[in-house]
């Protein structure tokens, strides 16, 4: 790899207009000198703003083709990518200020590694803070199949790895082909580093397949369960923990604020939409 890496971003996006300006200027604002950011119109039907949108930019490479999904998309992506060095972002998040470059920098002092991911934080539709973080920041690897604490948008990864050990994502997947996909690099042995810096933030609104598709993601997390021999039971005990105690640490905070009836209104919200439908 070359002392200044080119780094690929890939972006599907499917009628992302309300917040896909914000994640293209999150990238092109990044401080570092040799980035390429495909974005990949998945069939947009939004009477053309989505388009409109990429037109604005004349830095990106994109392109359009008919619906295909979004794992399918980002296959096609990875194939198309000329960096050296690879991350997938969605179009409704963002990069963090110095994002790539902390990776890059993480990368080349540790040429070893075939990738590194980082912290990332959740967002609402305004780009506040929402009031939900993630509690577990960094695990051993191992831990991932039952605490799945890496997001694809803070993960960099080698392409060079990823094509020899074939890992692309499984189109048959529609909601959580990001969890087979790092589960199959933790199979295949990669080794992946971590840096104590938030990478990415998520934004967490109500058209999230995790509000409007619950049913359905979890059929398919039960099949990937199947699949690489995770224990439902100890899963979900697990993470219902970790959401315990980190609604409590919220309730204690919201019992010494003025604002009480809201917060306590969000977190109901929040566990409304994590029930299956």
């Not at 990106?60 to 980002?74: A, D, K, V």
């Not at 080349?108 to 990332?120: E, I, L, P, R």
């Not at 990478?199 to 690489?228: D, G, P």
Request: charged share 20%; hydrophobic share 40%.
């Amino acid at each position: 790899m070359q002392s200044t890496p080119v780094i690929t971003i890939i972006t599907p996006v499917y009628n992302g207009a309300a917040f896909l300006d914000d994640l293209i200027i999150s990238v092109r604002d990044q401080d570092y000198p040799l980035v390429e950011h495909i974005v990949i119109d998945d069939g947009s039907n939004d009477d053309g703003a989505t388009v409109a949108i990429l037109k604005k930019y004349p830095h990106l490479r994109w392109w359009s083709h008919e619906n295909r999904g979004q794992y399918p998309t980002m296959n096609e992506g990875l194939e198309a990518a000329s960096g050296d060095i690879i991350c997938f972002i969605s179009a409704d998040d963002v990069m963090t200020a110095d994002a790539i470059s902390t990776a890059v920098t993480v990368l080349t002092k540790n040429q070893k590694n075939d990738g590194v991911y980082g912290h990332f934080t959740y967002i609402d539709n305004y780009g506040a803070l929402y009031w939900y973080q993630p509690l577990i920041k960094y695990a051993p690897i191992i831990c991932y199949r039952y605490i799945p604490y890496i997001a694809h948008c803070s993960l960099y990864l080698r392409k060079k790895c990823l094509i020899e050990h074939k890992l692309t994502f499984n189109p048959s997947l529609l909601y959580t082909g990001d969890y087979d996909w790092v589960i199959r690099m933790i199979v295949a042995g990669l080794k992946i580093g971590y840096v104590d810096s938030t990478l990415s933030q998520i934004r967490w609104h109500n058209q999230r397949a995790s509000y409007t598709k619950t049913a359905r993601i979890r059929a398919e997390q039960i099949r990937v369960w199947n699949m690489y021999g995770v224990n439902p039971f100890f899963f979900k005990a697990l993470n219902v923990s970790i959401d315990y105690l980190l609604i409590k640490r919220r309730l204690i905070s919201a019992f010494f604020k003025h604002d009480r009836v809201a917060e306590i209104s969000s977190i109901r919200s929040w566990v409304a939409s994590r029930k299956v439908k």
